[in-house]
Nanobody, 123 residues
Framework: QVQLVDTGGGLVQAGGSLRLSCAAS????????MGWFRQAPGKEREFVAG????????QYADSVEGRFTISRDNGGNTVYLQMNSLKPEDTAVYYC????????????????WGQGTQVTVSS
């Protein structure tokens, strides 16, 4: 059974940085795609970043390109989301997710989810 545990959220001022972590267990993740999604109040869950575990290939939403970096620690089964130059519009609950197959931006195609971690950016 795949388990994902998201940590690292918090309150930060605009322009600041946070690093989210997703500890994954229950599988060998070399054939998995890992994604970070976020959901703000009253809005749909949206894709933020994704990584193909085996190749460390990445994809980003336009809104975070150049500010956020997704990476994975192969030995530790952990995925990170480094978030720099944070903006108030980045405020949301952030979720780690996993799936097999190709990297997609659709949240409905991901099978496994973390519990979410709140990120709040003050202006």
């Amino acid at each position: 059974q795949v388990q994902l545990v998201d940590t690292g959220g918090g309150l930060v001022q605009a322009g600041g940085s946070l690093r989210l972590s997703c500890a994954a267990s229950g599988r060998t993740f070399s054939r998995y795609v890992m994604g970070w999604f976020r959901q703000a109040p009253g809005k749909e869950r949206e894709f933020v970043a994704g990584i193909i575990w085996r190749y460390a290939s990445t994809q980003y939403a336009d809104s975070v390109e150049g500010r956020f970096t997704i990476s994975r620690d192969n030995g530790g089964n952990t995925v990170y989301l480094q978030m720099n130059s944070l903006k108030p519009e980045d405020t949301a609950v952030y979720y780690c997710a996993a799936k097999q197959g190709t990297l997609t931006t659709s949240y409905s195609s991901y099978n496994y989810w973390g519990q979410g971690t709140q990120v709040t950016v003050s202006s």
